[in-house]
């Protein structure tokens, strides 16, 4: 069975900190995809990452970071010196192909502070 | 990237009334499509998987008869939620798949 676990329920920082949002997933399968998706207050989800089951190496983009380690079944995400406007939900996700159903976390709600 | 629309974005009806949410696949065509929903304050748990010219596919604990799902056409999958009651309230997100999933914006509904 596959799935993911955001042990983190709320989390609240003051803007300019950094913040890790902890990520952890069960599958069974060889071959899986893993994804992160903000959902703000209007609801839209936000796509934020995906990446294979075949390909560990960290990726930065801006602000954000992640740090997937397959030894841990952890796919961790990081925001750099977080704004107000990061303050949303996140979703962590686990999916068998890119275009199969998605199985997401609880999520974690990011509140930053002024 | 590719786009989902849903509509209506927000509805609103009457205890005991039909609904009917529309999906669409704007830019390409896609033989499946998903039906997530989420309750106030809690992820988003899948419905049921549509496929196009065959039967739905629901996930365990889903009234098919509730929720009915067709998928007409490679570019449209509508849910209709049936006899709609109160603990029907909740924000229901489409996704069509052109080799990676695209989400719709969501729909809200409220059923007094």
């Known amino acids: 069975a596959q799935k993911v676990t955001q042990a983190q329920t709320e989390i609240s920082v003051v803007e300019k900190e950094d913040v890790t949002l902890d990520c952890v997933y069960e599958t069974r399968d060889t071959t899986y995809y893993l994804f992160w998706y903000k959902q703000p207050p209007s609801g839209e989800l936000v796509f934020l990452i995906r990446r294979n089951s075949f390909d560990e190496q960290n990726e930065i983009s801006g602000r954000y970071s992640w740090n997937f380690q397959k030894s841990t079944s952890s796919f961790n995400f990081t925001i750099t010196a977080s704004q107000v406007v990061d303050s949303a939900v996140y979703f962590c996700a686990l999916a068998r192909a890119r275009d199969d159903k998605i199985i997401f976390g609880k999520g974690t709600r990011l509140h930053i502070l002024p | 990237g590719a786009v989902v629309s849903q509509h209506p974005s927000r509805v609103i009806c009457k205890s005991g009334t039909s609904v009917k949410i529309e999906c669409r696949s704007l830019d390409f065509q896609a033989t499946t499509m998903f039906w997530y929903r989420q309750f106030p304050k809690q992820s988003l748990m899948l419905m049921a998987t549509?496929?196009?010219?065959?039967?739905?596919?629901?996930e365990q604990g889903v009234e098919k008869d509730k929720f009915l799902i067709n998928h007409a056409s490679l570019t449209l999958s509508t849910l209709t939620v049936t006899s709609a009651h109160p603990e029907d309230s909740s924000f229901y997100i489409c996704?069509?798949?052109?080799?990676?999933?695209?989400f719709g914006p969501g729909t809200r509904l409220t059923v007094l």
């Open positions: 549509s496929n196009e010219g065959s039967k739905a596919t629901y």
């Open positions: 996704s069509a798949s052109e080799d990676t999933q695209y």
